[in-house]
């Protein structure tokens, strides 16, 4: 029988000296029936561990290196290449770009769907780091709300505010 994800990252974190086995043990059972959050959030949401380690753990478990988004600010121009759902569908935010190769942090590295749905949008070489789920939607939520090409009515502005023009002919590229 497969061992779960949740098994797995509890035998990590006990070999990590982070939690006991009965600490494990205790954890997923009492996960056990929760939805919408998963297991790394919960950890850390409840006190039982850092996000420094649960990243370590994921890293561990991945077999990638981990990348905490926080507080990070991430390459406009890389995201803008990429559709908003395509990123929270994924928990997958870009990193960087050096010549061919693209970093991108992400979720779940195991997710058979990502690599094919990626070249859709790229056709770089692909290295792949490990985030909390959690905080990389938070990261593309807080990128697409601030988007420097959202219009924004109360902003103030004058005829030399560049920014300000800019909204305005995408406000009228959208008004037809």
């Given at each position: 029988m497969a061992q779960s994800f949740q098994h797995k990252i509890c035998e990590v974190l006990v070999r990590n000296?982070?939690?006991?086995?009965?600490?494990?043990?205790?954890?997923?059972?009492?996960f056990k029936?929760?939805?919408?959050?998963?297991?790394?959030e919960f950890l850390v949401?409840?006190?039982?561990?850092?996000?420094?380690?649960i990243l370590v753990a994921l890293?561990?478990?991945y077999e990638v290196p981990a990348f905490n988004v926080m507080g990070y600010m991430f390459d406009?121009?890389?995201?803008?290449?990429?559709p908003q759902d395509f990123l929270l569908r994924h928990g997958a935010i870009p990193l960087e770009r050096d010549e061919n190769m693209l970093?991108?942090?992400?979720?779940?590295?195991?997710?058979?769907?990502?690599?094919?749905?990626?070249?859709?949008?790229v056709s770089d070489d692909i290295r792949l780091f490990v985030g909390l789920r959690e905080d990389i939607i938070d990261a593309v939520m807080e990128f697409y709300e601030e988007s420097p090409f959202t219009f924004d009515e109360d902003r103030?502005?004058?005829?030399?505010?560049?920014?300000y023009e800019d909204e305005g002919l995408i406000e009228d590229i959208f008004k037809d």
């Open positions: 000296k982070v939690i006991t086995d009965q600490e494990a043990s205790d954890l997923q059972r009492d029936g929760r939805s919408k959050e998963t297991f790394d949401s409840e006190g039982f561990t850092t996000r420094d380690e890293s561990e478990y406009h121009h890389l995201l803008l290449q990429f970093a991108i942090i992400v979720s779940d590295p195991h997710n058979a769907d990502l690599l094919p749905e990626l070249a859709e949008y103030p502005g004058d005829e030399s505010d560049e920014m």
